[in-house]
């Protein structure tokens, strides 16, 4: 395994990680106003 792919694999985590965040933030203002 290189650097390289270890920093893709990571990259592609922390997309995840961010867009798994946004919407449990737009989950969370939803039922706060709903």
């Known amino acids: 395994i290189t650097n390289k ?11 995840a990680d961010f867009l ?3 919407l449990l933030l737009q989950v969370a203002v939803f039922t706060f106003i709903g």
């Open 20 to 22: 798994l965040c946004s």
């Open 5 to 15: 792919s270890i920093f893709k694999l990571t990259e592609e985590r922390a997309l």
